[in-house]
C-alpha cells in the first residue's frame, strides 16, 4: 500500500504541540487512513492486514493459527514492550537525577524473561511467530526486538531469538521499511 511517512521529535506531546490536534494522546504511532485514526499499533497492523481482505499478513477465522496470530499482535505490544517502557525511561528518558539503574536492570530482566514465550512459539510457528509464515504477528514481536537493540538488550538474547531477529531485519519488507524512515528527516 502506499503511504505518507510522517516523523516527529519525540515526545511530540512537547516538542511538536500541534499534533495534539491529530492526535490528544500525542501518542506516536498515529495512523491516518480516510475518516479513520488510529493509535494502537497492534490494532494498526491488524487493521492494514486485513482491511482490503485477507492478505500475506493475516490469518483469519477458521484457520488454525488464528488465535495464535491474535496473540501474537498484541503479545509483542502489550507483553514485550510494556517491561522496555521502563528501561527506556530510567536510562534516558529522565533527567540525570532521576534515572534509576536498578529499575532499569529489574525491568530489563523481566523482558527477557517474557521472551521464553516467543521461544517456545518459534518452535511451534515453524521459525516464525505462527502458521510457518511471516504475518502481522512477526511484525508486532520484532518491533519489540527493535527496541531492544535501540536499548542495548540484544546482546543478551539467546541463540534461538538471534537468529529471528537477524531473518526478520534480513527481509526486503524491514529494509524497506528502514530507508523510508531514513529518508524522512524528523524535526528537532
Ligand atoms: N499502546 C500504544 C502505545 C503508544 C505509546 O505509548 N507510544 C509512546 C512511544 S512508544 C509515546 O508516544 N510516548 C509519548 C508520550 O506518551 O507522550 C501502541 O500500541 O502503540
Known sequence: M?????????????????FLQENPLGTIPLLVDGEVRMTESAAIIQYLATR?????????????????????LHFGEATLTFPQTLVLRYTR???EARRNPQVAEDYAKWFMARLRGLEARLIEGGGYYCGGRFTGADISVSY???????????????????????????RAGFKAAKRAQASETAPS
Open 2 to 18: 502506499a503511504y505518507d511517512l510522517k516523523l516527529l521529535p519525540f515526545p511530540p506531546r512537547i516538542r511538536a504541540p500541534d
Open 52 to 72: 482490503s481482505g485477507p492478505s500475506a499478513l493475516s490469518v483469519e477465522p477458521g484457520d488454525p493459527a488464528y488465535g495464535a496470530w491474535l496473540n501474537g
Open 93 to 95: 528518558l529522565e533527567p
Open 144 to 170: 519489540a526486538l527493535l527496541l531492544a537493540e535501540t536499548l542495548t538488550l540484544s546482546d543478551r538474547f539467546s541463540a534461538a531469538i538471534a537468529d529471528y531477529w537477524a531473518r526478520m531485519q534480513d
